[in-house]
Nanobody, 118 residues
C-alpha cells in the first residue's frame, strides 16, 4: 500500500483544515487507517484511527471533540477533519495503515505540515 497525505497548511488558531490520505496499490478496505503527528523536537504520536468498516474510531484525548477521522473505501481515501485548531496542533501529520488484526502500522505516507498560528 502506498499512502500520500495532503491538505496541510497554515491556519489561524480556531480555524479548520481537512487532511486527506490517498491510498494505492491494494484495497484500502483491508486496513485500519490511522493519523499520527510529530511536532518539532518531539516523538511521533498517535492522533486517531478508524476501523476498516468505519464503524469504530478512537482518538488521542487532546483532539477528542475537535478532530474527526473518516474514510471512503470506494475512493481509497481517508480523512482527518480538524477544527478548533490550537497552536499545539502544529506538527507534521502522517497517515498510516495496518491490517485489521495487526499490531503495528506497516505503511506510512510522507507527511503533511500543519501550522497553527496563535
Amino acid at each position: 500500500v502506498q499512502l500520500q497525505a495532503s491538505g496541510g497548511g497554515l491556519v489561524q488558531a480556531g480555524g479548520s483544515l481537512r487532511l486527506s490520505c490517498a491510498a494505492s496499490g491494494r484495497a484500502l478496505s483491508s486496513y485500519v487507517m490511522g493519523w499520527f503527528r510529530q511536532a518539532p523536537g518531539k516523538e511521533r504520536k498517535f492522533v486517531a484511527a478508524i476501523s476498516w468498516s468505519g464503524g469504530y474510531t478512537n482518538y488521542e484525548d487532546s483532539v477528542k471533540g475537535r478532530f474527526t477521522i473518516s474514510r471512503d473505501n470506494a475512493m481509497s481515501m481517508a480523512y482527518l477533519q480538524m477544527s478548533s485548531l490550537k497552536a499545539e496542533d502544529t506538527a507534521i501529520y502522517y497517515c498510516a495503515a495496518r491490517l485489521e488484526y495487526g499490531t503495528t502500522y506497516d505503511y506510512w505516507g510522507q507527511g503533511t505540515q500543519v501550522t497553527v498560528s496563535s
